[in-house]
């Protein structure tokens, strides 16, 4: 028998009413157990719970341990008949060291109370605590404890055991209590066994969210990046970040947040990325890639609907930036999205003042770009709603709250991702995060020479002869002749076939970027000349020479261009 603290059986009492008093204590024990085991999907906190609730009116000292195929998430035990344990919780009324704490590897011989459960799938009881029985003492002070271990069982399945001991000079354990530690153990099982299958479909949901993220960045000139990803502590989102290099020496900024958690979300994220990585090689603009992307979510959700095994409605969010470092210009449209912080070389911070447009999936949504000027060394910190927004936290106070963890001059993107998420997280966030720091470079004056082109013919020949200057000038001889090649047929095309003004821009970034811009919206077409045809071969001899090439739309026209690898002793 055992009494609850404060409560005191008189002596003398009949036999009958002690019982009926202990079988209250015992029933509300188990009431209590309901409504406070299994709180969380944490199998460490389950375990506590366990452990806590049983203290200390029915035990003193109270240790969970899990079998470590529990702990990874597997689906079943091993082939093996060894058990190995961790322990995942460990509560105690004594004062001092614990001999195993939580995150120990725990092993039991053949003749303990814990090993005997496990092995016979029952509760067990060592009402008097032995060195034979007990292998290495636990608490050499207390040598008349006495223990029930009850195996942690679903559906067959051995997970682990829960140790309840009495100490010191409290009653042994009897036969009366062991159907109590089994029914304690028994309510925790279940709630362990749903925290495991979480954990499960949590690490298949974390794998695949880590797969389809970026791993390593395009090398580029335009900005210097560091980045960061947390999935939440319940459920990994579809929260996403990229960086993509554009045509011009210009890089692309992207952070989404997909509605919803787990697998779906994961997989929703990685075909969005996808999406805005497939419209960046076609060079639209901020507001028409976001256009791009709505539609896209809307069709993703129509196909959703129809199926009957769908899953829910598809949300998202986006922030999409275009930096080009030549003009030190930003193009920013959102969906919904958060507005990204510019943190300037002073250190102070200012959030940009951006027309969101309505979240990814509405239809129909029109959506609006800003154009504005970065100064170099300044830091766009691109984020998601995790970052700043909480169910105790509204996003007003968490903006405050990121502005002043990114404020201070002199760090760089890396420290400003660690301050962010250092200062803002706790230590189990309910929603994951995506956060991307860019700091923004310029491409220097003598990496960039431009030319307006004359409409005539006569023009091809002077071209060529400065862009032959200026690769000797950039030690880049070796490129001369093709570039040249290059420069003759774009500038003919748009001679013959576009309207002026006519411009041709040579950059030096990564690769040698050749550029003839007009004001004509037609755009060439690839094709491959038959045997006697007098022309049709520009854009296939320009093809051939580059490494890529494409065409962008602007606000006066188009650009034409293409890149060339530099050599191997061209710096950059």
Known sequence: MYQRQGELVMVGEPTVGRIAVAARQ???????????IGTT?????????????????????????????????????????????????VRTIRRGK??????????????????????????????????????????????????????????????GVASFYRLGNADPFDEDDIQLAGDLAS?????????????????????????????????????????????????????????????????ALVVGDVVGHGIHAAATMGRLRTAVRNFCALDL?????LSQLD???????????EDQRGVGIIGA??????????????????????????????????????????????????????????????????YTDGLVESREQDIGTGLERLRAVLAGPGRDPEELCASAIGGLLPERPSDDVALLAARARRTTPDRVATWDVPMTPESVAFLRAEVSRLLRAWRLTELVFTTELIVSELVTNAIRHATGPVELRLLRDRALICEVADGSSVSPRLRRAQTFDEGGRGL?????????????????????????????????
């Not at 029933?27 to 406070?36: E, I, K, N, T, Y």
């Not at 590897?105 to 009881?125: E, F, G, K």
């Not at 603009?285 to 890639?289: F, I, S, V, Y």
């Not at 602007?554 to 710096?571: C, F, H, Y």
Request: some cysteine.
């Open 317 to 382: 969010t986006c922030l999409y930036v275009v930096y080009d470092p030549v003009t030190g210009l930003c193009s920013v449209a959102a969906a919904g999205h958060p507005s990204p912080a510019v943190v300037a070389r002073d250190g102070s911070v200012e959030y940009l003042d951006l027309p969101t447009g309505p979240p990814l999936g509405l239809g129909g949504s029109a959506y609006e770009a800003v154009e504005l000027p970065i100064d170099e060394g300044s830091t766009l910190v691109l």
């Open 98 to 159: 614990v001999h195993r704490p939580a995150g120990a590897h725990v092993a039991y011989n053949a003749t303990t109370a814990q090993a005997r459960c496990m092995a016979q799938r029952h509760t067990v009881l060592d009402a008097q605590l032995t060195a034979a029985t007990a292998g290495k003492r636990w608490v050499a002070e207390d040598p008349d404890s006495s223990v029930i271990a009850a195996p942690i069982m679903v559906q067959g399945m051995v997970l």
């Open 295 to 305: 539609a896209l979510v809307e069709s993703m959700d129509a196909d959703e609907a």
């Open 187 to 251: 309510r925790a099982a279940v709630c362990l066994d749903n925290a495991r299958r979480f954990e499960r479909e949590r690490a298949m949901a974390l794998a695949l969210q880590r797969s389809l993220l970026p791993r390593a960045f395009p090398l580029q000139c335009a900005v210097e990046v560091a980045h960061r990803y947390q999935p939440a502590q319940e459920g990994v989102g579809g929260d996403w970040y990229d960086v993509i290099p554009l045509s011009g020496g210009r890089v």
């Open 540 to 572: 296939f001899l320009v093809a051939q020479l580059s490494q890529r090439w494409g065409t962008r739309y602007t606000a006066r026209g188009k650009v034409i261009w293409s890149e060339q690898p530099l050599p191997p002793n061209g710096d950059y």
């Open 41 to 89: 999907l944490d199998m460490e906190l389950t375990g506590g719970e366990l452990a806590e609730i049983a203290l200390p009116d029915f035990a003193q000292h109270v240790a969970v341990d899990l079998a470590s195929w529990v702990l990874d998430g597997e689906e079943c035990p091993p082939p093996t008949t060894e058990v190995k344990l961790r322990r995942v919780a």
């Open 285 to 289: 603009p901020a507001e028409d890639l």
């Open 26 to 36: 015992r029933l509300a024990l188990l009431l209590d157990a309901s409504g406070r």
